[in-house]
């Protein structure tokens, strides 16, 4: 599935206006990106995308206490009927001494 996510927004899905949301830009199948809101006060994040559109990422962030959060992540797309895309995420921190992992759906708004 080829996904041009140049320029593209997301924000976390069912979440309030403020909550973490996502700037995306692309060349090539180099993926990065920022992001802030929520819990998050500023994060960068840079991936490759594979030829199903999939996103392997690693990110890094300063949460509202000001700790360092690294972590890696998968993305795999699904276009949506009105065209937009849903990103379903499983991501793991790598950066503390309990390591978190989890899953969550940003939707492109």
């Known amino acids: 599935m080829k996904i041009n996510y140049n320029?593209?927004?997301?924000?976390?899905?069912?979440?309030?206006?403020?909550?973490?949301h996502f700037k995306y830009f692309q060349k090539g199948n180099i993926v990065w990106g920022e992001y802030e809101g929520g819990g998050v006060t500023k994060g960068t994040l840079i991936a490759k995308?594979?030829?199903?559109g999939i996103l392997h990422m690693h990110y890094n962030h300063l949460n509202a206490n000001l700790e360092f959060k690294l972590g890696k992540c998968i993305?795999?797309?699904?276009?949506?009927?009105?065209?937009?895309?849903?990103?379903?995420?499983?991501?793991?921190?790598?950066?503390t001494?309990?390591?978190?992992?989890?899953?969550?759906?940003l939707v492109e708004v």
């Open 7 to 20: 320029n593209k927004t997301f924000r976390v899905s069912g979440e309030n206006e403020e909550a973490t």
């Open 49 to 52: 995308v594979d030829d199903e």
């Open 75 to 95: 993305s795999t797309p699904k276009i949506l009927e009105d065209g937009k895309v849903e990103l379903f995420e499983k991501y793991e921190s790598i950066n």
């Open 97 to 105: 001494a309990v390591v978190s992992k989890g899953e969550i759906t």
